[in-house]
C-alpha cells in the first residue's frame, strides 16, 4: 500500500501543459486516486485556441472554482479534528463499538469498491466520484489526469455531505472508513500525520454538525486483513 498527500506528491508538466495545468495533486488512496489539478493565475480570461492530447480542442476559459472545505490545508482540518476529539479506532475496536455500542461505519470509497467488499451493515456514500461535467475546466482536468496516464479522474462528490444527512442524523456515532485510513498519529517522517479520504469525511462531517464522529484507523485495508466480518454484493 502507497499512500500520498495532496501536499506531499507534485508534478510539473511540460511543453503546452505547463501554460494551463502547470501541476498536479494527488491522494493515492490503496486503489483508488483522488487527484486535484491546480491551475496558475490566468494572464488572460480567455485561451487562444491550441490543440489538447490527441487533437483535442479547447477554445475558451478554464477557470478554476472556488477552493471547497474539503481542499483545505491538511493542517487546518488536523486541528480542527483534534479540537472535536475525532478518535481513530482499531479495526476490531471498530466492529465492537458497531456490535455493542449502535456504532455505524461509513465507507465513503466509491460505489464499485464498496459492492466488490466492504464490512458488514456499513453504509456508503462516495466523497469522491468520477468527473461528471464537460465544463472547460472540467475538460482541463481530464487532459491532466490523462497526462499521467489516469483515465478515470475524480472530483469531490458535491451531494457528499446532503447524502450523509439522508442516511444518519447529527447525533449518529458514526466511524468513517476509506481504503488506506490515513492517521492523525504523528510520526517522525510524517510530523503532522496521513490525510486520507475518510479523515478529509470526517471533516466535513464535523463542520456540518455532526458530533460523534470517529475515524478508522488503517483504513479498510486493514479490517480485510485482519479478516473480520464482510460482505459483498456482487
Same mark, same amino acid.
Given at each position: 500500500?502507497?499512500?500520498?498527500?495532496?501536499?506531499?506528491?507534485?508534478?510539473?508538466?511540460?511543453?503546452?501543459?505547463?501554460?494551463?495545468?502547470?501541476?498536479?495533486?494527488?491522494?493515492?488512496d490503496?486503489?483508488?486516486?483522488?487527484?486535484?489539478?491546480?491551475?496558475?493565475?490566468?494572464?488572460?480570461?480567455?485561451?487562444?485556441?491550441?490543440?489538447?492530447?490527441?487533437?483535442?480542442?479547447?477554445?475558451?476559459?478554464?477557470?478554476?472554482?472556488?477552493?471547497?472545505?474539503?481542499?483545505?490545508?491538511?493542517?487546518?482540518?488536523?486541528e480542527?479534528?483534534?479540537?472535536?476529539?475525532?478518535?481513530?479506532?482499531?479495526?476490531?475496536?471498530? +466492529?465492537? @463499538?458497531?456490535?455493542?455500542? !449502535?456504532?455505524?461505519? #461509513?465507507d465513503?470509497?466509491?460505489?464499485?469498491? /464498496? =459492492? %466488490?467488499?466492504?464490512?458488514?451493515?456499513?453504509?456508503?456514500?462516495?466523497?469522491?466520484?468520477?468527473?461528471?461535467?464537460?465544463?472547460?475546466?472540467d475538460?482541463a482536468?481530464?487532459?491532466?489526469?490523462?497526462?499521467?496516464?489516469?483515465?478515470?479522474?475524480t472530483?469531490?462528490?458535491p451531494?457528499?455531505?446532503?447524502?450523509?444527512?439522508?442516511?444518519?442524523?447529527?447525533?449518529a456515532?458514526?466511524?468513517?472508513?476509506?481504503?488506506?485510513?490515513?492517521?492523525?498519529?504523528?510520526?517522525?517522517?510524517?510530523?503532522?500525520?496521513?490525510?486520507s479520504?475518510?479523515?478529509?469525511?470526517?471533516?466535513? +462531517?464535523? @463542520?456540518?454538525?455532526?458530533? !460523534?464522529?470517529?475515524h #478508522?484507523?488503517?483504513?479498510?485495508?486493514?479490517? /480485510? =486483513? %485482519?479478516?473480520?466480518?464482510?460482505?459483498?454484493?456482487?
Amino acid at each position: 500500500m502507497t499512500a500520498f498527500t495532496p501536499t506531499a506528491l507534485q508534478y510539473s508538466s511540460t511543453s503546452y501543459l505547463q501554460s494551463w495545468v502547470p501541476s498536479i495533486e494527488g491522494t493515492r488512496d490503496h486503489n483508488s486516486w483522488c487527484v486535484r489539478v491546480r491551475s496558475y493565475k490566468l494572464t488572460s480570461q480567455r485561451f487562444q485556441q491550441q490543440n489538447i492530447a490527441r487533437g483535442l480542442t479547447i477554445q475558451c476559459a478554464a477557470t478554476k472554482q472556488a477552493k471547497s472545505p474539503a481542499e483545505e490545508e491538511w493542517k487546518v482540518k488536523r486541528e480542527l479534528l483534534l479540537q472535536k476529539r475525532v478518535k481513530s479506532v482499531e479495526p476490531k475496536e471498530a +466492529l465492537r @463499538l458497531q456490535k455493542e455500542n !449502535n456504532f455505524v461505519i #461509513l465507507d465513503v470509497r466509491p460505489e464499485a469498491e /464498496f =459492492k %466488490e467488499a466492504h464490512p458488514a451493515d456499513a453504509i456508503n456514500v462516495q466523497i469522491y466520484r468520477l468527473i461528471k461535467e464537460w465544463t472547460a475546466w472540467d475538460i482541463a482536468r481530464r487532459a491532466a489526469f490523462a497526462f499521467f496516464g489516469i483515465f478515470s479522474g475524480t472530483e469531490e462528490n458535491p451531494e457528499f455531505i446532503k447524502s450523509v444527512e439522508d442516511k444518519l442524523d447529527k447525533n449518529a456515532k458514526i466511524i468513517i472508513a476509506c481504503s488506506a485510513g490515513g492517521t492523525m498519529k504523528p510520526t517522525q517522517n510524517l510530523p503532522e500525520g496521513q490525510q486520507s479520504r475518510s479523515l478529509i469525511a470526517a471533516y466535513l +462531517l464535523v @463542520l456540518n454538525g455532526y458530533t !460523534n464522529v470517529f475515524h #478508522l484507523e488503517g483504513g479498510l485495508y486493514r479490517w /480485510f =486483513k %485482519e479478516d473480520l466480518p464482510t460482505v459483498s454484493e456482487e
